[in-house]
Structure formats: structure tokens, C-alpha cells
Antibody, heavy 121, light 105 residues
Framework: QLQLQESGPGLVEPSETLSLTCTVSGGSIRSSNYYWGWIRQPPGKGLDYIGNIYYSGATYYNPSLKSRVTISVDTSKNQFSLKLTSVTAADTALYYC?????????????WGQGTMVTVSS | DIQLTQSPSFLSASVGDRVTITCRASQGINHNLAWYQQKPGRAPKLLIYAASTLESGVPSRFSGSGSGTEFTLTISSLQPEDFATYYCQQVNGYVTFGPGTKVDI
């Protein structure tokens, strides 16, 4: 069955760029019915939507993060990636990648296990 | 921006109880609402989408209702494995999540 796996550094210095990749296995990222998203969860807090991408490259971002976020897709590798610039301690969180079913569902039905990213010098 | 609020934020319950969680949207979102369950150290699990459609494999004791701005998640008879945090989520415009409701013993 379809699985998602996040990868990337667990520690990022303040003001640097956080970079994560999500590898999709067991299925194709080139599906017309799905988007691919990033969600984060600061320790002890709730879920925070970052953005999502369609396999064509169309992107949708949380307005509060839009100036610092870039999500890209590499269909040849069945991967999509997140870049978050100018990070601060407030960006310390568990970062999840997930599959988003298009409307009328409009829900994240498959999630990666998450990867913890700490922003610290 | 469409904001979601949940009530209560914390709920103390016992096995066998009927539990209801409410999610309110700051604007009408038709039926575009989903519910998730999250246990400590685990990724969220989709329970319900389109306000009232049960995700495949989810027990029938979970149900959802509502439209527009007010939605509810009901657990008809709480089981030990249901103690968790529950989030609502909408996708009108862009995605937002509610702040969560922790269901504890």
C-alpha cells in the first residue's frame, strides 16, 4: 500500500533553511485525484498546515508562512520537498508529509511517520 | 482566512460514554470538513471526511454531522483505544485545522 517517508536534517541553525523530502512508495505521485502536503506540529501543540502541491507543480501555501515556504515535486523520483527559509526556534516541530485527497473529500488520508526538526545553534 | 474552533478543548470521559465534540467554522464551508484522531507519538488518522462520511476501516461508533459552520463528531460508546486528541480540518481556500480536543479518562 502507499507509504510516505520524510527525510532530512534533524537540526537546523537559526536563520538557515530547513529542507525536507517526502518519498512516496507503493504508488505514483502523478495521480489526478491527490495533492501532496506538509503539516507540522510543535511539541505539545496542535497541527499547523504548511502547504501542498499537485504533481503538475501547482502549489498552495498557508498565508502565514508563504513568504518563507517553497514546496516542489520531482515526479521522476516520486518525491516532493519542503524548503522553509530564515528559520527560528518557533519552527521547531514534528514535520509530517501527507496525501491530500481532492474535493469533495478534501482530507489527508495517508501520513508519514513524521520527522522532528529542531532549530538551535 | 477560515478559522476553526473546537469545544471542549478537554473532555474527561469513561469507557462506554457517548462523547460529542463540536467544531465551528468562522465562515460557511458547506460539508468540507474532516475529523482526525491522534494518539501520542503517532501521526493523525483520518476518521471522517465530507462532514459525515466514515473513512474505510473506521469503527461505526464514530459518526459526524453538520454543514455550513457547525459540525459534530460523536463517539457512540467510548472504547479504551479512543482516548486520544481529535482535530477537525477544513479545506475551503486553504487548509486549516482546529486546535484539538483531548479526550482523557
Amino acid at each position: 500500500q502507499l507509504q510516505l517517508q520524510e527525510s532530512g536534517p534533524g537540526l537546523v541553525e537559526p536563520s538557515e533553511t530547513l529542507s525536507l523530502t517526502c518519498t512516496v512508495s507503493g504508488g505514483s505521485i502523478r495521480s489526478s485525484n491527490y495533492y501532496w502536503g506538509w503539516i507540522r506540529q510543535p511539541p505539545g501543540k496542535g497541527l499547523d498546515y504548511i502547504g501542498n502541491i499537485y504533481y503538475s507543480g501547482a502549489t498552495y501555501y498557508n498565508p502565514s508562512l508563504k513568504s518563507r515556504v517553497t514546496i516542489s515535486v520531482d515526479t521522476s523520483k516520486n518525491q516532493f520537498s519542503l524548503k522553509l527559509t530564515s528559520v527560528t526556534a518557533a519552527d521547531t516541530a514534528l514535520y509530517y508529509c501527507a496525501r491530500l485527497r481532492s474535493l469533495p473529500t478534501g482530507a489527508f488520508d495517508i501520513w508519514g511517520q513524521g520527522t522532528m526538526v529542531t532549530v538551535s545553534s | 482566512d477560515i478559522q476553526l474552533t473546537q469545544s471542549p478543548s478537554f473532555l474527561s470521559a469513561s469507557v462506554g460514554d457517548r462523547v460529542t465534540i463540536t467544531c465551528r467554522a468562522s465562515q460557511g464551508i458547506n460539508h468540507n470538513l474532516a475529523w482526525y484522531q491522534q494518539k501520542p507519538g503517532r501521526a493523525p488518522k483520518l476518521l471522517i471526511y465530507a462532514a459525515s462520511t466514515l473513512e474505510s476501516g473506521v469503527p461505526s461508533r464514530f459518526s459526524g454531522s453538520g454543514s455550513g459552520t457547525e459540525f459534530t463528531l460523536t463517539i457512540s460508546s467510548l472504547q479504551p483505544e479512543d482516548f486520544a486528541t481529535y482535530y477537525c480540518q477544513q479545506v475551503n481556500g486553504y487548509v486549516t485545522f482546529g486546535p484539538g480536543t483531548k479526550v482523557d479518562i
